[in-house]
């Protein structure tokens, strides 16, 4: 049988007879001391080799702006950049790179004067700057100032949606 | 350390032709594996028993902690639905076969105080059942040290509570099935009329197993069948005739096909490899070593045995079976899931293998503390492993700290974090190896013991499919860890036998073998305190606990202790509900939630409990989107965790799409939104 030798081998590593009495080493022994070290040596090979390629080493000393990936900067982009073109001045310079908003599910963006928001809902951009509003529609740009409520609503464009929800 | 040491069997030669059943030698407590008790021991074993009474005490403190909105609302809510008479299957649906639910509605019934506390009640007693059965079954092999490594290692390094209680038939069934284990394995010791009685119970217990999980149930009783077909219940016989060999060599045939055939909708290597390795082991440990002979046992005495076990198994199965079946007008469709005919794709979670090189060196690290030992006495090879385990243990914590993370926080938690994936393996191992040892020099009762937990081990331990992970690895890594721990036992002795290694020598000896579990265990110390403690480190290593609320409303969950987290979100959601609602009308939780139904007090109207994407069919799906519209249902609360957890839409996108036009937000609670219908 194939295990018959496997059997032996066991009880002979296993059995107190594969001790020498001279306390020399016997062929059992030895044979212990090399599985150990290849057992050890594959270990560490694998974790050496994970070592080299693990983040723990990667260092990125470049300063990453909120929200931003790696080698990413704070740019604006599609409405973002429309409202941004059509306002000037007023729009700032963005502190932040564009990201979702968990609770709204609308895109958000900081800016060194205000914050340039998307609404999904919508598909409409806007910007606020204090008591200042601003928003892109399709007949262009419109201001107004005090509350942040819109001065008239707007059509909800997107498909009913149950995980992100617009407001009816 | 450990001593497996078994006396000899008292045989008294009988004519062949007597049967298996019969007695063909007296039965004496030598008869089975057992170990000497010197007196020294009794301390030992109080400690034993000490540390997992302490285990399951600490459980008990923790009963009233923590909410599980998913698993734990599905199980409270269906008891619901049984205490207010509707019937499973043709009322609503489920995924298991019905026992536990009515367990659970009994305890509804009779103690009307908190449905929560109920359930938790009957998965504590069934761990309780589980710890006592584990530690019975192994402590004949081991001494009571090993004995209890099983028990704890189940309540300390797998149970996941108070993050979540599962009150899971997995639960009670693996308790069963430690039971129904523990049974067979006294099976050599008694003859006659005991020894049926005993078979009869096997057969009950199992039909009991199968009541609670189908899975399970039918998985024992497959080992039952093939491991009295294998080698039989009696230790001193190991030769059979021809017939019943080729009748073994077709059930190995049978066992294998039927898992392939079950593997198939995941087959892939690894999950082939992860579990037909054990089936393997357990096939050449049982049937390889057969001999044939013309006076061996015979298929009669086998059928004799599947007799007195089927007789158990009707006693059981039929009074529950046949009501059921009248209940639900013989519609057998609806118990489709009693035989497996369940859409595999639903339940599959695929296994979360090692990764990262943390493994290698954890590993690394038991190797290189037992070849520490191996080396004492040679200075320069010890110098040498020295610096290879110190290598081991720095690797493991850079190659799990995490970015930013305090070097004493990433200590303390790196064995746990590189035991990640481990904890699936070590079953796998120890069948294989438990396997191996069978073909040791060893006692005829000691062989028949590690053969038959070996075949149990290794069909149980397929309940961890089609969900491969940690927390199914508690119900179905118990038979497994019986025999882990008499291989670590032996393993353990053989080893300071071998190396001649006495104290502290020997104490280092068992921490490299239990390395592993150890790390699994602290992995899942963390994973269990989520949400309500964290390490950190403010000028030494600290725990912060997260604020917690205990609960005086709403009435089944009076007196519970959550995170604040969950008092403000979930808790407030379901008083939002129940605020919004009258008593008694129908609300849909979607889509697997269901412990609002039991907060709110508010009944389901669907047949569905959770509804996860395909969980139903498109016509079920029409119906629930019928029902919402018949009533009609005027509050829906949507989980967006769950929506995230769950993915795509795939066939619940008609409902979906049906919630998303017809109704509107009314309320939010983090991530649960409460809608209401337009």
């Given at each position: 049988l194939p295990f018959d030798n496997f059997t032996l081998y066991t009880c002979a590593v296993l059995g107190d007879h594969a001790y020498r009495r001279d306390g020399r080493a016997s062929t059992a022994e030895v044979w212990e001391y090399v599985g150990l070290g290849v057992v050890l040596l594959v270990l560490l090979a694998v974790s050496v080799a994970n070592l080299t390629e693990s983040r723990f080493w990667q260092t990125d000393d470049r300063p990453h702006a909120p929200w931003c990936r790696p080698g990413e900067v704070p740019r604006f982009q599609f409405g973002f950049a429309d409202i941004a073109r059509a306002i000037g001045t007023e729009a700032g310079s963005p502190t932040e790179c564009e990201h979702g908003d968990d609770s709204s599910g609308n895109t958000l963006q900081a800016t060194t004067t205000g914050v340039a928001i998307y609404y999904w809902c919508t598909n409409t951009s806007t910007f606020n700057r204090g008591q200042d509003h601003w928003m892109l529609t399709p007949a262009g740009v419109e201001h107004w100032t005090g509350s942040e409520q819109w001065p008239r609503p707007l059509p909800i464009v997107r498909a009913p949606d149950l995980r992100q929800l617009c407001p009816t | 350390m450990s001593d497996i040491v078994v006396a000899k069997a008292d045989v008294v030669e009988r004519p062949r032709s007597s049967g298996?059943?019969?007695?063909?030698?007296?039965?004496?407590?030598?008869?089975?594996?057992?170990?000497?008790?010197?007196?020294?021991?009794?301390?030992?074993?109080?400690?034993?028993?000490?540390?997992?009474?302490?285990?399951?005490?600490?459980?008990?403190?923790?009963?009233?902690?923590?909410?599980?909105?998913?698993d734990e609302g599905y199980f409270v809510e269906q008891a619901r639905r049984v205490v207010s008479g509707q019937v499973p299957y043709r009322d609503f649906d489920s995924l298991y076969t019905p026992a536990l639910l009515y367990v659970h509605a009994a305890m509804l019934a009779v103690f009307r105080d908190s449905p929560i506390l109920?359930?938790?009640?009957?998965?504590?007693?069934?761990?309780?059942?589980?710890?006592?059965?584990?530690?019975?079954?192994?402590?004949?092999?081991?001494?009571?040290?090993?004995?209890?490594?099983?028990s704890l290692y189940i309540l300390v390094a797998l149970d996941r509570l108070p993050l979540t209680w599962e009150p899971h038939p997995g639960w009670p069934s693996a308790a069963l099935s430690v039971v129904a284990a523990l049974a067979y394995a006294r099976l050599p010791l008694t003859t006659g009329f005991r020894q049926q009685l005993l078979l009869v119970t096997i057969g009950a217990v199992a039909a009991l197993v199968f009541a609670l999980k189908q899975n399970a149930g039918v998985l024992l009783g497959l080992a039952l069948v093939v491991g009295a077909a294998w080698q039989g219940i009696d230790p001193q016989r190991t030769d059979v005739t021809r017939a019943l060999r080729r009748l073994q060599l077709l059930l190995v045939a049978l066992v294998v096909a039927v898992v392939a055939w079950l593997l198939r909708p995941h087959a892939s290597p690894t999950i082939l490899a992860f579990f037909l390795i054990p089936i393997v082991s357990a096939v050449f440990a049982a049937v390889l070593p057969v001999r044939v002979s013309a006076t061996g046992r015979g298929i009669g005495s086998w059928l004799r045995v599947l007799g007195w076990l089927g007789l158990g198994w009707t006693t059981i199965s039929l009074p529950w079976l046949l009501p059921l079946l009248v209940a639900i007008d013989w519609n057998v469709v609806l118990l489709k899931g009693f035989v497996g005919l369940v859409n595999q794709d639903l339940l599959w979670y695929p296994p979360q293998w090692p990764s990262g090189g943390a493994w290698a060196s954890l590993l690394g690290l038991g190797?290189?503390?037992?070849?520490?030992?191996?080396?004492?006495?040679?200075?320069?090879?010890?110098?040498?492993?020295?610096?290879?385990?110190?290598?081991?243990?720095?690797?493991?914590?850079?190659?799990?700290?995490?970015?930013?993370?305090?070097?004493?926080?990433?200590?303390?938690?790196?064995?746990?974090r590189a035991s990640d994936g481990l904890g699936l393996i070590l079953p796998v191992v120890w069948i294989v190896a438990s396997a191996?040892?069978?073909?040791?020099?060893?006692?005829?009762p000691t062989r028949w013991w590690l053969r038959w937990m070996t075949v149990a081990s290794a069909l149980t331990f397929l309940t961890e499919y089609p969900r491969v992970d940690d927390t199914h690895l508690a119900w179905s890594a118990c038979l497994p860890l019986a025999t882990g721990t008499v291989v670590l036992a032996s393993f353990s002795r053989a080893l300071t036998r071998r190396w001649r290694v006495t104290g502290a020598g020997r104490f280092l000896v068992t921490t490299a073998l239990l390395l592993v579990p150890i790390a699994v265990g602290l992995r899942n110390m963390s994973t269990r305190s989520d949400g309500l403690a964290v390490l950190g480190d403010q000028g030494g290593l600290s725990v912060q606990f997260a604020r917690t609320t205990m609960l005086t409303d709403p009435r089944p969950v009076a007196g519970m202790i959550v995170s604040a987290d969950q008092?403000?979100?979930?808790?407030?959601?379901?008083?939002?509900?129940?605020?919004?609602?009258?008593?008694?009308?129908?609300?849909?939780?979607?889509?697997?939630?269901?412990?609002?139904?039991?907060?709110?007090?508010?009944?389901?109207?669907?047949?569905?409990?959770?509804?996860?994407?395909?969980?139903?069919?498109?016509?079920?799906?029409?119906?629930?989107?019928?029902?919402?519209?018949?009533?009609?249902?005027?509050?829906?609360?949507?989980?967006?965790?769950?929506?995230?957890?769950?993915?795509?839409?795939?066939?619940?996108?008609?409902?979906?799409?049906?919630?998303?036009?017809?109704?509107?937000q009314i309320g939010q609670f983090s991530e649960y939104r409460v809608l209401r219908r337009n």
């Open positions: - | 298996a059943l019969a007695p063909r030698r007296l039965p004496t407590a030598a008869s089975t594996p057992r170990i000497e008790r010197p007196r020294a021991w009794w301390g030992e074993e109080l400690l034993a028993l000490f540390s997992i009474i302490v285990a399951l005490g600490a459980d008990l403190l923790l009963v009233r902690v923590g909410l599980d909105s998913v109920d359930v938790r009640i009957v998965g504590l007693v069934a761990r309780l059942v589980l710890a006592g059965g584990l530690y019975v079954l192994c402590r004949p092999l081991v001494r009571p040290a090993y004995a209890a490594l099983p190797v290189g503390v037992l070849a520490l030992v191996r080396c004492r006495r040679r200075p320069f090879l010890c110098a040498i492993v020295l610096l290879v385990v110190l290598t081991f243990a720095a690797s493991t914590v850079l190659l799990t700290r995490e970015a930013g993370e305090p070097i004493l926080v990433a200590l303390a938690l790196a064995p746990g191996f040892l069978s073909f040791g020099s060893m006692p005829a008092a403000n979100t979930l808790v407030d959601a379901a008083r939002f509900v129940a605020a919004n609602t009258a008593l008694g009308e129908a609300i849909f939780v979607f889509p697997t939630s269901p412990l609002v139904y039991v907060l709110a007090d508010r009944p389901n109207p669907t047949r569905f409990d959770h509804l996860f994407p395909d969980a139903a069919s498109p016509a079920e799906v029409d119906r629930v989107i019928a029902i919402l519209d018949a009533l009609p249902v005027r509050i829906v609360m949507v989980s967006e965790t769950d929506l995230a957890f769950w993915g795509p839409p795939e066939g619940n996108a008609p409902l979906e799409a049906y919630l998303a036009g017809k109704y509107h």
